[in-house]
Nanobody, 124 residues
Framework: QVQLVESGGGLVQAGGSLRLSCAAS????????MGWFRQAPGKEREFVAA????????NYADSVKGRFTISRDNAKNTVYLQMNSLKPEDTAVYYC?????????????????WGQGTQVTVSS
């Protein structure tokens, strides 16, 4: 069992930056693929970024490539999402997810555990 707690969300103006963190419980954090997803009101949950247990494989959604960076610190049981050049369309609840497999999945169904989410609001 893994418990995930996101932090770092907030209100920012367009063009600004935020850094999300996801702290995971459990001694086997380094064995999990970690992902970030987001869900805007009235929309389905969508993939943002994911990283393999070693950090050697990373996927990004096309909409965030070049602006967002995912990273992890296995010693701290934490995964990060650095978000730069934020746009109003990035406004959503951002969720951290963990997967016990080895595939860096881009779909919500590929993840076993989820955090409660953190709100990110980008004003124009």
């Amino acid at each position: 069992q893994v418990q995930l707690v996101e932090s770092g969300g907030g209100l920012v103006q367009a063009g600004g930056s935020l850094r999300l963190s996801c702290a995971a419980s459990g001694r086997t954090f380094s064995h999990y693929v970690m992902g970030w997803f987001r869900q805007a009101p009235g929309k389905e949950r969508e993939f943002v970024a994911a990283i393999s247990w070693s950090g050697g494989s990373i996927n990004y959604a096309d909409s965030v490539k070049g602006r967002f960076t995912i990273s992890r610190d296995n010693a701290k049981n934490t995964v990060y999402l650095q978000m730069n050049s934020l746009k109003p369309e990035d406004t959503a609840v951002y969720y951290c997810a963990a997967d016990r497999g080895v595939v860096v999945s881009t779909t919500p169904a590929g993840y076993d555990y989820w955090g409660q989410g953190t709100q990110v609001t980008v004003s124009s």
